[in-house]
C-alpha cells in the first residue's frame, strides 16, 4: 500500500469519527426530536436505510428521511411525524 493511499484511508477514518461524533451530539440536544417526512432533498440530519449519510435525501418529503426540530415544532409541519421510541428526545 503507498503512502498516499495510506494518508488517505486515514484522514478518511477520521472524517467518519467526526460525522458519527456530530450526529451523536446533535441528537443528544434536549428539547429536540426527529420529525420525518418533511426533510428537503440534500437536507436530511443523518442515514436511513437508503444510505448511511446526512445530505443524501434524493427526493423532498421522503418518509425516511427526517431532521432535528424543536419538540412540538413536527405535529405543525404538514407531512411531518414524529420518530418514536428512543430517537425522541
Known amino acids: 500500500m503507498s503512502q498516499s493511499t495510506l494518508i488517505k484511508t486515514a484522514l478518511t477514518g477520521v472524517m467518519a469519527v467526526g460525522l458519527v461524533t ?7 440536544k434536549p428539547g429536540m426530536e426527529k420529525c420525518m417526512g418533511v426533510a428537503a432533498a440534500g437536507k436530511n440530519d443523518c442515514g436511513t436505510s437508503q444510505h448511511a449519510c446526512a445530505g443524501m435525501a434524493k427526493t423532498d418529503g421522503d418518509k425516511e428521511e427526517w431532521v432535528l426540530v424543536p419538540k412540538g415544532t413536527c405535529e405543525k409541519l404538514a407531512g411531518g411525524v414524529v420518530k418514536a421510541g428512543k430517537s425522541t428526545m
Open 22 to 28: 456530530m450526529t451523536t451530539a446533535a441528537m443528544a
